[in-house]
């Protein structure tokens, strides 16, 4: 226990330390969440999306 | 193939252009850009006199005093040229110590001493752990950093 | 013709997707190890103490932030002069990611700046420039999506990026040609790092750890961009087409 609060004081420097690598986390983890709900988003408009069959030809020969 | 071509010489003269436009203004703004003064360019004169500066170096070993009244320091600033006078009532970081990087923000008294209203530490490049520097210093390899910066 | 072969978007997806399961679990394992070394295992600094620690998010996202400018520079202008198809998306995937980087980099050089200067920011020629930095990747994205016309607004953003990369020399050797209060480079320097191996280690696997973040999210990102634009292509069909 005296251990673990030693370890979260960082010697004096713990409100510094840690909101720092708490804003890491929060910033890295945000940006992959954006990004993953931005796909799921445009891949279900894609699939709703009515698609003539035309046009699906036209792209699979790209 | 011309046509890319064309661009990328377009490309690169514009990128050269615009180099040597930045080189300019940053040399013209030399001044402005630079963050403190040593003690030597106070010494020498080439700061600003009467306004407030910014003067930076290293705590001078053994110069730093604790005035009566509890919340004055006084210090030297030096360069190892030259060295400057400072008084400084208020918190200092947790990174002053003697020996080690200073920048301070005040203005030259009339009997050539230095006022400060900030001191801020300014920490050198060196990153190590303790048990480093204490074998470093039994075995006499250990170079301070007020000799290691010429 | 050659470097047109990975240009085909839906290429480049089937590509993407068979390469992302290992950059991302690469990226999750150095951010892991990387995370350990530089909390549990790291020294304590001599003079820093225990706030040194700050460096192991600190340093990597500055680093991130100009290696993703330097990487929307070159897509811009590979756009710009070979009219690559892909280079557009890289870039406008990219720049909100270099945006957070960058507001990493002065954030926890704040947190760091306030113990052990004295004072959570200065203006400085290092963090000057590096704020500019952060209002040229904002710039880039208002740009990039100011037009209707979505390749006019690449292009004008592709300029930008391109004047805008003289800031990132600038960044670099500002703590060498003007003093500043930020410290000179610990890690990149020509007589190698100043910088002891016990902390350098955990700095370079986060500082990797980073960059293969960085690499599976603009994957991810691309990918997204291609589709949208596919959106965008099958809608106008539809329209058409009633």
Excluded: C
């Amino acid at each position: 226990m005296e251990q673990m609060q030693t370890f979260l004081a960082m010697g004096g420097y713990g409100i510094f330390v840690w909101p720092a690598f708490a804003l890491t986390a929060v910033i890295l983890i945000g940006m992959l969440v954006t990004t993953l709900n931005h796909l799921r988003a445009v891949q279900s408009d894609l699939d709703r999306l009515q698609v003539p069959e035309q046009t699906q030809a036209q792209e699979a020969r790209q | 193939m011309t046509r890319k071509r064309r661009r990328l010489y377009m490309v690169l003269a514009a990128m050269s252009i615009l180099a040597g436009a930045a080189a300019l203004v940053l040399g013209a703004l030399q001044s402005e850009l630079t963050y403190f003064y040593s003690p030597t360019d106070l010494a020498a004169g080439s700061a600003p006199a009467g306004r407030s500066i910014r003067l930076g170096g290293l705590v001078e070993e053994g110069s730093v005093e604790r005035l009566d009244d509890g919340v004055t320091t006084s210090f030297r600033v030096t360069d190892l040229t030259s060295s400057v006078p400072v008084t400084y009532r208020g918190l200092l970081p947790d990174l002053f110590r003697e020996g080690q990087g200073v920048v301070t923000e005040g203005s030259l008294s009339a009997d050539g001493a230095f006022v400060a209203r900030e001191v801020l530490a300014k920490h050198d490049e060196n990153y190590m752990p303790r048990e480093v520097t204490d074998a470093l210093k039994k075995s006499g390899q250990w170079r301070d950093p007020t000799e290691a910066t010429e | 013709m050659n470097m047109h072969r990975f240009a085909n978007p839906g290429r480049f997806v089937r590509l993407a997707e068979r390469i992302l399961p290992w950059t991302g679990g690469l990226a999750v394992l150095a951010l892991g190890i990387g995370l350990y070394l530089s909390l549990f295992v790291s020294p304590a600094d001599y003079q820093q103490g225990e706030s040194v620690r700050i460096m192991y998010v600190h340093v990597p996202a500055a680093w991130m932030a100009l290696f993703v400018y330097t990487v929307i520079a070159a897509a811009s202008a590979s756009a710009l002069i070979w009219r690559h198809p892909l280079a557009d998306l890289v870039a406008r995937a990219s720049a909100p990611v270099g945006a957070g980087f960058t507001f990493l980099a002065l954030a926890t050089g704040s947190l760091w700046g306030k113990p052990m200067w004295g004072t959570w920011w200065v203006w400085d020629a290092r963090l000057t420039s590096v704020l500019v930095l952060f209002f040229l990747y904002l710039g880039h994205m208002a740009l990039s999506n100011a037009f209707d016309d979505q390749s006019r607004g690449n292009r004008a953003a592709a300029v930008l990026a391109l004047v805008g990369f003289i800031n990132v020399p600038i960044i670099k050797f500002s703590v060498d040609w003007w003093s500043t209060l930020h410290q000179p480079a610990s890690v990149v320097r020509l007589d190698g790092p100043s910088i002891h191996p016990s902390m350098l280690w955990p700095l370079l696997i986060m500082a990797l750890g980073f960059k293969l973040y960085y690499v599976s999210l603009l994957l991810l990102r691309v990918k997204g961009e291609v589709m949208a634009a596919r959106l965008r292509a099958r809608s106008m069909a539809a329209l058409d087409a009633t």
